[in-house]
C-alpha cells in the first residue's frame, strides 16, 4: 500500500521498518540479511534507522543496496561525532556524512534531527545545517523526530518537510496538537510506536518496563476490546491515523514482521471503534511519551 509523503516526491508504505533491533550485535548477520529481504518482499518501502541504534545503519547499508532505487530510507542524528559537541551545526553537518558511508548512499532521503530539545531548534543552528544539507543535495527531506512542544515548534519551521512522533491509541497527544498542522503544510508523518511497546505483554504492571506508560494508559482509558486482538487494535488504530503516513514497527523476527504487514493489510478500523479510542483519550491530559 504506497502512500504519499507529504508534499515531497517520496512514495512510503503505510507500514515501515524501524531498525532498532538489528542494532544488536549479537542479532546474526544472515538473519538481518533474511529479515530486510523479506521486508521488501512484503512491500514495506521504508526503513528507518538512527546514528544511535548501534549497528543498524550500517546493515541497512550493508543488505538494503540492491533495493535502493526502490525505497525511502530515514535515519536520525544530532549528537555522538567524536571531536564535535552535540547539537552544534558541525555535529549535524559531519553527522549527515557518517551517515551517508554507513548506509553506503550518496544521498539520505529522510533525516531527522533525533529528539532535539525545543531549545536548540529555536537557536536555528541544526536546523540551518540540515537545511544546508538538503541545498547540497545529500539529504532529500530535512525532518525532525521528537514529541510534545518541541514536535509543535518543529511543525511551525518551513525548513522541515517531515516529522516522525509517538502514534497510539495510548499516546494521542500528536494527533491533537500536532499532526493536523503537519498535514495543513505538507509534511511527511512517520508514526512511531505504533504497537505501543506491546503492553499486552504483561498481566501485571510492568514497573520499571519500556511499556510501563502504555500500559497503565490503556488500563486508564477502559475501552471495550471488541473481541480483537490488542496487536491488530492499536496497529490498525495508528497507521491509519489520519495525517500518518507510514508507521515503523521493530522486530527482529520474520514471523512477527509478516504478522504486522498482514494486520496492516485489513486496512482501517470501523470507525465506530476509533470514536471510542479517540473518546476515551480526550477524557485524559496525557502528553507524548518520549
Not at 509523503?5 to 517520496?10: A, C, H, K, W
Not at 527531506?141 to 525548513?159: K, P, Q, T
Not at 487494535?233 to 503516513?245: I, N
Request: aromatic residues 8%; charged residues 25%.
Amino acid at each position: 500500500m504506497s502512500r504519499a509523503f507529504g508534499r515531497t516526491d517520496l512514495q512510503v508504505s503505510a507500514l515501515g521498518f524501524g531498525g532498532g533491533h538489528i542494532g544488536d550485535p549479537q542479532l546474526p548477520e544472515d538473519r538481518v540479511a533474511a529479515l530486510l529481504e523479506a521486508a521488501v518482499d512484503l512491500g514495506i518501502r521504508l526503513f528507518d534507522t538512527a546514528r544511535s541504534y548501534g549497528a543498524s545503519e550500517e546493515r541497512f547499508g550493508r543488505h538494503l543496496g540492491r533495493w535502493r532505487d526502490r525505497i525511502v530510507i530515514s535515519t536520525k542524528l544530532g549528537y555522538g561525532i567524536e571531536g564535535i559537541p552535540d547539537w552544534t551545526g558541525p555535529c549535524i553537518a559531519a553527522g549527515v556524512e557518517a551517515a551517508r558511508q554507513r548506509l553506503r548512499t550518496d544521498v539520505i532521503d529522510v533525516v531527522h534531527l533525533h529528539s532535539c530539545p525545543q531549545e536548540v531548534l529555536e537557536r536555528g543552528e541544526v536546523v540551518d545545517a540540515l537545511a544546508e544539507a538538503v541545498a547540497r543535495g545529500t539529504v532529500r527531506v530535512a525532518a525532525y523526530s521528537g514529541d510534545n512542544d518541541a514536535l509543535a515548534h518543529a511543525v511551525a519551521d518551513d525548513r522541515f518537510g517531515a516529522v516522525q512522533t509517538s502514534v497510539n491509541p495510548c499516546d494521542q497527544w500528536a494527533l491533537v496538537h500536532a499532526i493536523p498542522a503537519a498535514h495543513d503544510r505538507g509534511l511527511g508523518v512517520i508514526a512511531k510506536r505504533p504497537l505501543a511497546n506491546a503492553f499486552w505483554r504483561f498481566a501485571t504492571r510492568p514497573h520499571g518496563e519500556y511499556a510501563e506508560t502504555y500500559w497503565l494508559r490503556w488500563h486508564a482509558l477502559g475501552v471495550d476490546l471488541h473481541e480483537m486482538p490488542l496487536d491488530e487494535l492499536v496497529l490498525r488504530f495508528s497507521a491509519f491515523a489520519p495525517g500518518v503516513s507510514s508507521c515503523i514497527v521493530g522486530t527482529a523476527d520474520v514471523d512477527h514482521l509478516r504478522r504486522n504487514a498482514e494486520i496492516v493489510g485489513r486496512g482501517p478500523l470501523p470507525q465506530e471503534i476509533v470514536d471510542g479510542l479517540t473518546q476515551a483519550f480526550a477524557g485524559h491530559d496525557w502528553p507524548g511519551e518520549t
